[in-house]
């Protein structure tokens, strides 16, 4: 079974601090995926990575930026939190662009 | 970003009854059709792909139909367990790893 884990289930952290979410898959996959899933506008894409060391900016990158220095390992930064920010937080792998994604637990962050 | 778009529902159903919904997407190029299924509070798990030649898994069946650009989810003798949201996700980039764009999901609710 594909196993996808992040850091920590639930967070609180204040206004302007600097916050890490961390995803680990253990399926060799190549690409993984952040997203945020907010009550009225389902689940949307802030980055994803197709490989080591390589990010993609998705649909709404503003406010985060990512880093994958492993294969395994991908991880969501944000700069300054902003009580905007305030989500589930969604980490996905897949095996290829055409392929399913799976998902870890989330992440549900709140900034105060 | 294109579209995929889905009734959120609810869908009240009575136990053992048969519901099926659908998701409409805009891109006629889209590769790969998925249904995921999520529970309160928890992360989308794969319900299961969606093949062009229509597949099934035991009591679900998902159907494509590719020139009204629609998908399907058949749901026959419905459990009290299958009340959940359903979310369909449509990769459509053919090339690149983007990330499946993800319906805002349909709310199932199942009565005894």
């Known amino acids: 079974d594909v196993k996808v884990t992040q850091s920590s289930r639930y967070l609180v952290k204040r206004t302007g601090e600097k916050v890490f979410l961390e995803c680990v898959q253990d399926?060799?996959?190549?690409?993984m995926f952040w997203y945020r899933q907010d009550p009225g506008l389902g689940l949307r894409l802030i980055y994803f990575?197709?490989?080591?060391?390589?990010?993609e900016k998705g649909d709404i990158p503003e406010g985060y930026s990512v880093s994958r220095e492993k294969k395994e390992r991908f991880s969501l930064i944000l700069e300054s939190a902003s009580t905007n920010q305030t989500s589930m937080y969604l980490c996905?792998?897949?095996?290829?662009?055409?392929?399913?994604?799976?998902f870890g637990p989330g992440t549900r962050l709140t900034v105060t | 970003r294109k579209e995929v778009e889905q009734d959120p529902g609810p869908f009240n159903v009575p136990e053992g009854a048969t519901v099926a919904f659908n998701c409409t997407y805009s891109?006629?190029?889209?590769?790969?059709f998925f249904w995921y299924r999520q529970d309160c509070r928890k992360e989308p798990k794969l319900l299961m792909s969606?093949?062009?030649s229509g597949n099934e898994d035991g009591r679900f069946t998902a159907q494509l139909n590719r020139a009204s650009q629609y998908i399907s989810l058949l749901i026959r003798d419905s459990k009290l367990s299958d009340s959940a949201t359903y979310l369909c996700?449509?990769?459509?980039?053919?090339?690149?790893?983007?990330?499946?764009?993800f319906g805002k999901g349909t709310h199932l609710i199942i009565q005894p």
């Open positions: 996905a792998s897949s095996f290829g662009t055409f392929y399913e994604q799976y």
């Open positions: 399926m060799d996959h190549e690409n």
């Open positions: 990575s197709y490989d080591v060391k390589m990010k």
């Open positions: 891109n006629s190029a889209s590769q790969s």
């Open positions: 969606v093949y062009s």
């Open positions: 996700a449509v990769n459509e980039k053919g090339g690149g790893a983007d990330g499946l764009t």
